[in-house]
C-alpha cells in the first residue's frame, strides 16, 4: 500500500524524504486537484426559480388561497362518538395497568426474597405473577369484539 489516503503532515517528525522502505507520503504537487464547486444540478432544468419548476403553488396558497373556507377538521371531530364503549375501555386499561403495576411490584418481591434464600415465599410470590398474569388474560378475553 504505496498511497497513503491523507497527505502527511509537514509537522509531525517522521522519516526523512527519499529514505528506502519508507513510504514518503504523495508529494503536494501530486495530490489530485478537487473539482471546482457549482451549486444546483447538472441538469440547467432544475436550476429555475420555484415558481418556474411548480406555478400551481402560488405565494399564497394555502393561507391566503380563496377556495379556503374554513381550517381544521370537519364537524364533530374530537368529540366521542361512543361515549359507553369508551368509558369500559377506559376501566379496563386502568385495571389492566393496575394488575402490571402489581405484577411488577411483586416482581421485585420475589427476587428479593430469592436472592435472600427463602424460596418459600419467592414460590408464593411466583404463584401470584402467575395469577394476575390469568386476571390480566381473564380481562382480555371479556368482549372480544372490541379488539
Known amino acids: 500500500m504505496?498511497?497513503?489516503p491523507f497527505p502527511r503532515d509537514p509537522e509531525v517528525p517522521g522519516p526523512a524524504p527519499g529514505t528506502p522502505g519508507q513510504d514518503p507520503g504523495p508529494a503536494p504537487d501530486r495530490q489530485p486537484a478537487?473539482?471546482?464547486y457549482t451549486p444546483g444540478s447538472a441538469q440547467p432544468r432544475l436550476n429555475?426559480?420555484?415558481h418556474e419548476r411548480y406555478p400551481q403553488i402560488r405565494p399564497?396558497?394555502?393561507y391566503g388561497d380563496p377556495r379556503v373556507r374554513?381550517?381544521?377538521p370537519g364537524p364533530g371531530a374530537?368529540?366521542?362518538q361512543e361515549p359507553e364503549r369508551s368509558s369500559k375501555l377506559n376501566a379496563r386499561l386502568v385495571l389492566a395497568l393496575s394488575?402490571?403495576?402489581g405484577q411488577l411490584w411483586g416482581l421485585t418481591i420475589v427476587v428479593d426474597e430469592w436472592m435472600a434464600g427463602d424460596t418459600g415465599t419467592a414460590w408464593w410470590g411466583a404463584?401470584?405473577?402467575v395469577l394476575s398474569f390469568l386476571v390480566v388474560l381473564g380481562l382480555w378475553a371479556l368482549d372480544p369484539k372490541d379488539r
Open 60 to 62: 399564497t396558497s394555502g
Open 34 to 36: 478537487r473539482p471546482a
Open 78 to 80: 374530537g368529540t366521542e
Open 2 to 4: 504505496t498511497d497513503a
Open 127 to 129: 404463584g401470584f405473577l
Open 70 to 72: 374554513h381550517t381544521g
Open 99 to 101: 394488575v402490571v403495576v
Open 48 to 50: 429555475r426559480p420555484v
